[in-house]
């Protein structure tokens, strides 16, 4: 309401607001002689909402991004005016926070892609077109198999396999992202429990799924969660879930609070991509985790590239005194595995063990010994100084 009363202020009295859902309002301006009229009354309205809302004594930002289309002899259609807005605003979008386009005919067939596989991703879990892959997570030393990451596909019925690459940002920005996490914990935990049952070498295995942004500060979570672990019947304490340190911090003093919330429930927490988010020392020392995973690109650098190295061996010690277990990502040389193992880095989990596997393939795995030491005789040793 407050959003809408400041877009108002914006405009003629001659000219129409409008909500069309969510968080999306159209603005029709008419008698528009040029293109910078419109552009005047966007960057009105994106100065309007840059200033901080009040909302029970605290201060609430947000970020707009506007789409421009002027009719014209191709757009006289009302319906085709507005999806033109509709793409001019999301190249806005891919442009960047509080920012405006006109519509491009240029660009129309790369955005039209974009909604058609937005619209395809939201049928993806009725339609079953979803899989999950589990990566595993060895120790170190052994080769044993101590954990597995699941990851999930898309099996676009066009496209074929997809990576999550393709379509997670498109779910993230769409809201897609909270019902495809769901199906992600809950199918996660109904696979890797069956197995345990079935396997009892397997009983010890901890299960690893990432938490989007948009999930982990989603109110339902905790309730959520705590229904899947009740119905699935799995164990709390073989799950481990992993958000990026980007995501912790975009809200320190909340992210505790989330945090400790799933800690009663009696699930291992993890930061992600360790190393990337800058974070602030004193708040990891007040986050209760249990684990740090490395970030690949600083793993895939430490035999190459001293700063690289010294920053790996550094986490590594820090997580050691603070009692936390290390997990490295991106492992694919055995160069890099004699590095980690020489500082101790327990953990591990990439190429060089076992790429992504389909569930099938995992149980195989599991039945043969669970363990996937690369075949050489040895890794090379490392004086560490």
């Known amino acids: 309401r407050l959003a809408a009363q400041r877009i108002q202020a914006c405009v003629r009295p001659s000219d129409t607001v409008a909500r069309l859902g969510g968080d999306e309002f159209t603005v029709l301006l008419d008698d528009v002689s040029h293109a910078s009229v419109a552009t005047a009354v966007a960057e009105r309205i994106i100065d309007a909402l840059a200033s901080p809302f009040t909302i029970k004594g605290a201060e609430v930002f947000t970020g707009t991004s506007i789409g421009i289309a002027m009719s014209s002899d191709q757009l006289r259609d009302p319906h085709a005016l507005l999806q033109a807005a509709d793409i001019a605003m999301y190249q806005a979008k891919s442009s960047g926070r509080s920012r405006y386009a006109l519509f491009d005919p240029a660009l129309s067939v790369e955005v039209q892609q974009r909604l058609e596989l937005e619209t395809a991703l939201r049928h993806a879990t009725e339609r079953d077109e979803l899989r999950l892959h589990y990566q595993p997570i060895v120790d170190l030393q052994s080769g044993a ?11 676009h019925p066009e496209h ?70 009740r119905e699935t019947g799995f164990a709390a304490d073989r799950l481990k879930l992993e958000i990026t340190e980007s995501v912790a911090m975009h809200d320190a003093e909340t ?112 039945e043969q010994g669970g363990c996937i030491v690369p075949h050489v005789a040895r890794a090379p040793d490392l004086t560490v100084a």
């Open 255 to 366: 992210t505790i609070v989330t945090l400790h919330a799933l800690r009663e429930l009696g699930v291992q927490l993890a930061i992600d991509d360790f190393g990337t988010g800058y974070s602030s020392l004193a708040y990891l020392r007040r986050f209760p985790i249990n684990t740090v995973k490395i970030d690949r690109s600083f793993v895939s650098n430490v035999t190459s590239d001293p700063n690289d190295a010294a920053i790996t061996a550094a986490i590594i010690a820090m997580a050691q005194r603070l009692h936390l277990r290390v997990v490295a990502e991106g492992i694919e040389m055995r160069e890099q595995w004699a590095f980690l193992r020489a500082h101790q880095c327990l953990e591990g989990q990439g190429y060089l063990f076992s790429p992504p596997l389909a569930a099938d393939d995992l149980v195989a795995l599991l």
């Open 145 to 155: 198999i101590v954990g597995v990451e699941a990851l999930v596909r898309w099996r």
């Open 160 to 229: 074929g396999l997809l990576s999550p690459a393709t379509f997670v940002p498109v779910a993230e920005e769409s809201g897609a992202i909270l019902e495809i996490g769901r199906w992600v914990l809950r199918r996660a935990c109904e696979d890797v429990g069956r197995w345990q049952r079935k396997h009892p070498d397997a009983a010890a295995l901890v299960l690893c799924v990432n938490l989007s942004a948009r999930q982990f500060q989603s109110p339902g979570l905790v309730d959520e969660l705590s229904q899947i672990l």
